[in-house]
């Protein structure tokens, strides 16, 4: 998948936004948001709160997982435990950069956070690089990835799925079966 | 435009049960993803498309009798373009596929005992059709007619490409299911069984989590 397309998933993440102005209800095919009082915080999709910054019409308010001391803490637990720990958000770099780049200012700390965040994907991400190579070379046949976040995935994808393509290809046809059937991989 | 609050539209699924149309959104998204990173044709979604696509144009209906400065056109807007995109990245992933497979598809299409288990929908299927006669008469007219006669024949089996039902995928666990085998097709003998958490995400071949994907236990990620 493209990283775009993730960022679109993203995109339909909630954010918390304060209002400048006051509307009724809207209607929305993905569901109803709103009503919107001017000062009065309110949920709605990450990819409208950010529509409505670009139009000064909100200030867009942090995540309650944005916070300096929150983020160092989940980069030590991250940094002292082997196994992946559980994110606050499914997507937390993207909506990072998206809030960060959109409302830099609405943001406490936006640049520790930047920083913080950062590390915390660098952690995770050589974290991901050993268990795949530990993984190949332990022959399993299918690995448990709890506690990724998709654009983690992603980034593994297509190298690691397609390796296991050809491994199996090779064991398969190390052991006698016919693989006389043109079959085609899609790669992403 | 408030009367989209109370849009019920009838459900595709078994149960017969009513969907909203944020429901209906969220199952095509989900099979929108599923489609991506499926290394075979999934079965279609027409009625979720064609709800869809109700949705947005109706809204579109609405939208033209807003008036221009209207605060909420822009973010309607926005939400129709939102879905379009899903809508045709859906679409156009189904058809690049269908070109990719489509001699092997058709083959599946005219062994069906029932329209109801076909993958593609009928406006699909023609396509598939139109595509591999063009196909076909292209390499007639392009080659296959100027060469010696023994060598006409024209084999749609040789042709014809299979989708790798072996390729490894990510997925994700939806409703939890024990004791998923994962047989060992390579002769070794070490079939395996895992149970499945819901929530857990694991990354394996395709063939063994076919049928669990059908029945929506699962999804791709």
């Not at chain 2, 296959?144 to 072996?166: A, I, W, Y």
């Not at chain 2, 958490?197 to 063939?207: C, D, H, I, V």
Request: hydrophobic share 35%.
């Amino acid at each position: 998948m493209d990283s775009i397309e993730i960022e679109f998933l993203a995109e339909k993440a909630p954010v918390t936004i304060v209002p400048n102005f006051t509307h009724d209800k809207l209607y929305l095919i993905s569901g109803d948001v709103g009503p919107f009082t001017a000062g009065l915080p309110v949920d709605i999709p990450l990819w409208l709160g950010i529509n409505l910054r670009q139009r000064g019409k909100c200030r867009l308010v942090a995540p309650e997982w944005m916070d300096v001391e929150k983020l160092t803490e989940i980069k030590e637990e991250e940094k002292q435990s082997k196994v992946f720990t559980q994110m606050p958000c499914e997507h937390y770099l993207i909506v990072t950069q998206l809030l960060l780049s959109s409302a830099p200012e609405d943001i406490p700390n936006a640049q520790q956070i930047k920083t913080l965040v950062k590390d915390i994907w660098d952690l995770r991400i050589s974290k991901l690089r050993s268990s795949v190579a530990e993984f190949i070379e332990s022959e399993g046949t299918h690995a448990t990835l709890d506690r990724l976040t998709l654009l983690e995935i992603n980034s593994v994808r297509p190298f690691l799925p397609h390796a296991f393509d050809q491994l199996h290809r090779i064991s398969k046809s190390a052991h006698g079966s016919n693989l006389s059937q043109t079959t085609q991989d899609i790669q992403y | 435009m408030s009367d989209n609050e109370e849009d019920i539209i009838e459900g595709s699924d078994e149960e017969g049960e009513a969907m909203t149309a944020s429901e209906v959104l969220q199952k095509l998204e989900e099979a929108w993803i599923t489609e991506r990173m499926s290394p075979t044709l999934e079965k279609h979604q027409s009625e979720l498309v064609d709800c869809m696509l109700d949705q947005i144009n109706q809204m579109s209906e609405n939208l033209k009798r807003c008036k221009k400065y209207d605060f909420r056109l822009a973010i309607h807007k926005m939400e129709i373009d939102r879905i379009r995109y899903v809508l045709s990245s859906y679409l156009r992933v189904r058809l690049e596929k269908i070109e990719r497979f489509a001699h092997h598809l058709l083959e599946k299409q005219t062994n069906l005992s029932n329209e109801d288990l076909s993958i593609l929908s009928p406006q699909e299927a023609a396509y598939a059709k139109d595509y591999a006669s063009s196909l076909e008469a292209h390499f007639q007219n392009l080659v296959l007619q100027h060469v010696p006669e023994n060598l006409r024949t024209f084999d749609r089996g040789k042709m014809s490409v299979k989708p790798n039902l072996d390729s490894y995928v990510f997925l994700k666990v939806k409703q939890a299911t024990p004791g998923v085998l994962l047989e060992d097709d390579t002769g070794e003998g070490r079939d395996e069984e895992v149970d499945f958490k819901e929530g857990s995400q694991y990354l394996m071949r395709y063939k063994p989590i076919m049928e669990l994907l059908q029945s929506g236990a699962v999804t791709l990620i």
